[in-house]
Structures are given as structure tokens and as C-alpha cells.
């Protein structure tokens, strides 16, 4: 999996996550966002160009390194300084309440532990803040569950641990977030793969 993983599953996601479409979820998932931040799965920075003016500073977390190369224009373009600061959404490199809120866009997917990721998000980000998140995951229908299901074995090998069947609003609620506001619809592309879910998780 070497090239394939650092080189060019990298750069795949870079281009099939820049699109207008998914740009329309990433605008509205940051909504109203405004300080520091911290975002694993940063990847190629494709959350810059949405951004609002009050984001001060992003703390960059990504295991694929070569992210920070194809994210040279978009850092070059941004108003928002960023600092990479480590490699592992579980594990993130930053003091307790350092943080006014984080970002999780595409990322909880793939993460192999995500309670421990939010755990981490909790003790990082100040009371009061919140994780603004979008998401692709469990469909609401039982047909396409069954069938994310067979999906998702496949899915992890080929797209270094993706899956398409966790239930993010769920995964919020155990992990001790109150949900501000939440919403989840169907965005284009094959079904199995397009149930997206937004919204926005305080830190109480």
C-alpha cells in the first residue's frame, strides 16, 4: 500500500473533495466558526477557501504528509495562519482548552479509533466550544444499510480505513456532545457513499 497510500490515494481525495458540491456542505458546516481551531484530517486544506474571516489560527492534523504539498496554494491564498501539528486524530499534540472549536470534515470515517478522537477533541477544545462536522455515513434506510454493510470491508482496504456505515450523530451523543443543530440528506453520487451529515456538537 506504500505508493498507493502516500501518493496517490492522497491525491485522489484531493480532487474527488474540492468539488462545488461538497464545497456547498463545507461552507455551511463552518458557519459561524471563529477563533483557533484545530482540524484533523486537514488533508489538502480543502476547508480554507470556506473558512469565515473570524477563524484566527488552524492547527493542522493529517497522517498523509504529502497533503501539505497540495495544499501549498490554498495555504498560500488563505487569510487563516496554520501550524501542522501532528499526524494522529487520537493523539493531538495540543494543551487541555486551547482550542475554541474544531473541524471534522470527511475525517471520522476514516479514523480507526473515533471515540478516542473525540475524547481528544473534548479535552482540547474550551467548554463551550464545538466540533463543526460534515460527514459521509449510515444511509436511513435499511436497504442501503444492508448494502453500506458489505460495502464497508472493501471500502477500509481500498481507502486506507474509510467506512460508509457510522452513525456520526451517534458517535457525538456517546462521546459526550450536545447537538446544537444537525442535518443529514442525501448530496450527489451514489447513494451508498453520498449520505452526508452537518452539523455542529458543543463541547459542555
Known sequence: MGIYRDQLLPRFIDKACSSDGVGKWRARCLEGIAGTVVEPGFGSGTNLPYYPAEVTKVFAVDPATLGQKLAADRLAASHVEVEFVGLDGQKL???????????LTFTLCTIPDPMAALAELRRVI?????????????APTEKLQKLQYRIDPVQKRLFDGCHVSRDHRSLFERAGFEIDW???????????????????AINP
Open 126 to 138: 474550551k467548554p463551550g466550544g464545538a466540533v463543526h462536522f460534515c460527514e459521509h455515513g449510515l
Open 93 to 103: 499534540p495540543l494543551d487541555d482548552d486551547s482550542c475554541d472549536a474544531g473541524v
Open 182 to 200: 444537525f442535518d443529514a440528506d442525501f448530496a450527489e453520487g451514489p447513494k451508498p457513499w453520498s449520505y452526508f451529515y452537518v452539523g455542529k
